[in-house]
Structures are given as structure tokens and as C-alpha cells.
């Protein structure tokens, strides 16, 4: 009986106590940069495209809903054709930023996306471009990757050396 | 002319008052309830979140009124209306202020008591005619429960009755004009206070209910306003056993300063807020706990109470 009324006490002492509820549309929850929210397509320093429309993303969506058609430009670079990621199945695993060899694909801090049409929720390339390099600031694939593309022949990414002149035998 | 118009205004405001704050108790509730649980509850609809009594009456009012094929219809129809109307009539006897009171029957305190036990057929007769096994053990439990705290509800009264010489409610109120009966009736009062949960079938004695283990009991089958009815009847019975609370044993009116309405309205909400507090901070007992407690603590205190009592005022006559 007077375990009730201690417990009676205790909780009224709570009407004094601070209120833990965030009051969302005027204040927000922090939500750590390692959040997984919206999928953003991000770009090099430079300003070009991350993505190599390698397919990896796609392969590891547990849930299928990315789907991308790879072309390459005159460059030879490849890029993704189209780029669309249906957000009414994602599940914001994360997956397909683990996968992705170039940092293209990142995911952010932002859940507000919802949509009164289901199909709106089909975000295009345009919708998931952005303009900066997202988490990974200096990184830019074609300056480290061994492939000669268009103004970058082999053996000219950094620290790489020049490629082995396989008609010498010299070490 | 003007006195036979004065009851009729007594009524119509008697049953706006007790009406909209059975309604606004909804909000009243979820907002106390957040406070002790360091939460804000309801604060979206207009300020403070009032608006959030009219939305929820517009929702239940809307919303589909079905009746399970398998339910007894008259019965099941009958049963929300049996819980509203006599708790509604309770009120009959409540007196506000000195004079304004619709009856003021001499057996008052009877009167109330009896109105508000035959409320325990609107939950017996509901969870009967649902035909869902839920349902009908909500009904059991409750009539069980009802039987068992009914008893001594009454008998921790009759010492606030010996003390003031009469069952009508405005002499009760008058006799404690020198002292509230709350310190010589210490026992009754704590006595009644738990009855009174127990009637009115709120949390820690919601056994009928129960949502934990049997899925909202008795109510399981209603829907929209028929359940809205249910919860009223529930506010309306809480209103209703704080009002009497206030009036046996805290001095109804009676107080400095305020007028004497403002004065019953105060106390009263005060209890209206301890029911509140005492669903947000206590545990559902087992039912045979709630049994026994009710049959081998209460009812031998309360004899006790009202042996002592009585011997007392014996004495000093």
C-alpha cells in the first residue's frame, strides 16, 4: 500500500521534470552525417560525374530498386544513361553505398521526402544529382584509377607509375 | 412562471457543464497523462491543443457504425446508451451550489449510489450480447468486481451519514460548515476513493477492460459512436464520483473568497486529476488480488470504520 503511494509521488514529481519530446516540424532531431536517408548521386572536385554506371549498386539493392542503363561518352568514360532509384521500396540499407567503387552513390541525413503520388516518389537522375563530392571531398576515381580516359593517358593518375614496357627486359 | 422555468435551466446547464467536460476530459487526460510522462500529448490542434476535442468527436461521430453480425442488436444497442443515461441521472442529486441542484432528494446519497451501480448492466449487458469470448469475460469480471466493491462503497459512506444525520447532499454539505469530514472519516474517505475507481472501472481496477489481456474486454466489438459512448459514460461516472467525493467529504461549496460554484469546480477537477494520476502511475492488480482485497481488507475496514463511528457519536449524545 505504500509502495503505490510512493509510486503515486514519483510520478507526479514528473510534472516538473523536462518534456524529452522533440517538436519536429519546428525543431528537428540531429541526425548524424552517417545517417541513411536519401540516396544523392554525387559528383569528382572536379565537377564531373562519380558514377561509372558499373552496376554494382543495383546487383547489391536488396530490394531492387535501382535501375541504370551504362554509355559512355566521348571520352570513354562511362556514365550512367539513365539513373533512377524507386524510394517507395528503398529501404535505406545502405547497401548500395557499401558497393559502389567510386563514392558515387551516398546516402545523407534527410528522411523528409514523403509524397502525396506514389510516383513521385521515382527519383530520376536529375533528382538524385548533386553538385559537390558529398562525404569524400578530395576523391576523384579517373585521377586514381589506372584507366586511360580522354586528357589522361596510363601511368599519369596519382601515385601510379608509368606502365611496364612488356618489350623490355630491363627490372 | 420564472419558477417553473428554473429547473428546466438548472437541467440544461447541468448537462452542458457535465457534458462538454466529459468530452474535454478526453484532452484533460492525454494532456496529464503526458505531463507525467515527460511528454507533451495533444498540442497541435488550436491552442494547446484544445481543438483535439472537437476533431475526436467529429472522428468517432464519423466513423462506421458496425454491428457484428454475430451480436445480440437490441441488447448491443442498448448497452452504450444504459451507462450515459444513469450516470447522467446521478447528477440529478448533485447539488452545485447552495440551490442549484435539480433534485435534492432526501435520500441523495442512496440515490447516486444506486444509479451508478446499475451502470455495471451496460457493461455486462455489453460484453454478453457481443458473443465474443473477450468480451464476455470482460462482462463477468466487471459484474464480479462491481458486486464486491459496491458493498463497501456504501458502507464507507454511512459514516459521513451518521456524522451529518441524513442522506440529502445539501445537508451533508452543510454539516461541514465546522470541519470536513475528510479528518474524522479519514478511513471512509480512502475507503471510497478506491470503491469509487473500482466503479467507475478505471485504471489500476480496469479488469473489465483490460486491453493487456483481453483486448479492451467488454468493448472489443463497439466502434465508432457506440464506443464513443462507452468512453463518455467512463468520464462522465469519473465527474461524477469526484463530485461526490468533493461533496462528502472536502465541503462541496463550502470555502472562502470564490463563489461556491467555483469552489465545488475546483475540488472536483482536483479529484477528476488524482483519477488521472492513479492511471498513470499505478499497476492493474490480478483479479483475485482485486478480489480479496475487496473482500478481506475493504469490507472489514469499512465495518470497522462504521462501528467506530457510530460508537463515537453514541457516546457523545
Not at chain 1, 567510386?102 to 506514389?118: C, F, N, S, V
Not at chain 2, 464519423?62 to 441488447?75: C, G, H, Q, R, T
Not at chain 2, 466502434?223 to 468520464?235: A, C, Q
Not at chain 2, 475540488?267 to 492488480?285: S, Y
Request: glycine share 8%.
Amino acid at each position: 500500500m505504500l509502495s503505490l503511494v510512493r509510486s503515486l509521488w514519483e510520478v507526479f514529481r514528473h510534472a516538473f521534470a523536462r518534456r524529452v519530446t522533440v517538436q519536429y516540424p519546428e525543431q528537428k532531431a540531429y541526425l548524424s552525417p552517417r545517417y541513411r536517408g536519401r540516396i544523392v548521386l554525387t559528383r569528382d572536385p572536379d565537377g564531373g560525374e562519380r558514377c561509372v554506371a558499373c552496376n554494382l549498386c543495383a546487383v547489391a539493392c536488396p530490394v531492387d530498386c535501382i535501375s541504370l542503363q551504362a554509355t559512355e561518352d566521348e571520352h570513354g568514360r562511362r556514365y550512367p544513361e539513365f539513373f533512377r532509384i524507386n524510394f517507395s521500396r528503398c529501404i535505406f540499407c545502405g547497401y548500395c553505398e557499401e558497393a559502389c567503387p567510386t563514392y558515387a552513390i551516398q546516402l545523407t541525413p534527410d528522411t523528409e521526402m514523403g509524397e502525396y503520388k506514389r510516383n513521385n516518389l521515382v527519383y530520376e537522375k536529375a533528382d538524385l544529382m548533386i553538385d559537390g563530392p558529398g562525404k569524400y571531398p578530395d576523391y576523384n576515381f579517373w585521377r586514381v584509377a589506372g584507366v586511360a580516359i580522354g586528357g589522361k593517358g596510363k601511368g599519369q593518375a596519382e601515385n601510379e607509375l608509368a606502365p611496364v614496357d612488356t618489350h623490355s627486359l630491363m627490372p | 412562471m420564472m419558477s417553473n422555468l428554473y429547473p428546466l435551466l438548472v437541467i440544461a446547464v447541468v448537462l452542458f457543464v457535465v457534458l462538454n467536460l466529459a468530452a474535454g476530459l478526453i484532452w484533460v487526460e492525454r494532456r496529464l497523462l503526458a505531463l507525467w510522462q515527460d511528454r507533451y500529448g495533444p498540442n497541435r490542434v488550436g491552442p494547446f491543443g484544445l481543438g483535439q476535442i472537437a476533431a475526436d468527436s467529429i472522428k468517432l461521430f464519423l466513423k462506421e457504425d458496425w454491428i457484428p453480425p454475430f451480436a445480440d442488436n437490441p441488447v448491443f444497442v442498448l448497452a452504450p446508451a444504459i451507462v450515459v443515461a444513469t450516470a447522467l441521472i446521478s447528477f440529478a442529486v448533485v447539488p452545485f451550489a447552495p440551490g442549484f441542484v435539480i433534485a435534492d432528494l432526501n435520500i441523495g446519497v442512496l440515490f447516486l449510489l444506486a444509479m451508478s451501480s446499475l451502470g455495471v448492466y451496460s457493461v455486462v449487458l455489453a460484453g454478453w450480447s457481443s458473443n465474443n469470448k473477450y468480451s464476455l469475460l470482460g462482462g463477468i469480471r466487471a459484474a464480479a468486481q462491481m458486486m464486491s466493491y459496491e458493498v463497501f462503497m456504501g458502507l464507507s459512506l454511512l459514516g459521513v451519514v451518521i456524522l451529518a444525520g441524513s442522506f440529502r447532499f445539501t445537508d451533508i454539505v452543510e454539516a461541514q460548515r465546522g470541519m470536513w469530514f475528510v479528518i474524522p472519516q479519514c478511513l471512509g474517505f480512502v475507503l471510497f476513493l478506491i470503491a469509487g475507481v473500482a466503479e467507475t472501472r478505471r485504471l489500476p481496477f480496469d479488469l473489465a477492460e483490460a486491453e493487456s489481456e483481453l483486448i479492451a474486454g467488454f468493448h472489443s466489438e463497439y466502434s465508432g459512436m457506440k464506443f464513443g459512448m462507452f468512453f463518455v459514460g467512463e468520464y462522465i461516472g469519473v465527474i461524477l464520483i469526484s463530485a461526490a467525493i468533493s461533496l462528502l467529504f472536502f465541503g462541496g461549496w463550502l470555502g472562502p473568497v470564490l463563489p461556491p460554484a467555483l469552489w465545488f469546480a475546483t475540488k472536483t477537477m482536483f479529484f477528476i486529476c488524482l483519477f488521472i494520476l492513479f492511471r498513470a502511475a499505478l499497476p492493474r492488480p490480478r483479479f483475485d488480488q482485486l478480489m480479496s482485497w475487496g473482500w478481506k481488507v475493504m469490507l472489514p475496514l469499512a465495518l470497522v470504520n462504521l462501528l467506530v463511528t457510530g460508537a463515537v457519536v453514541l457516546a457523545r449524545t
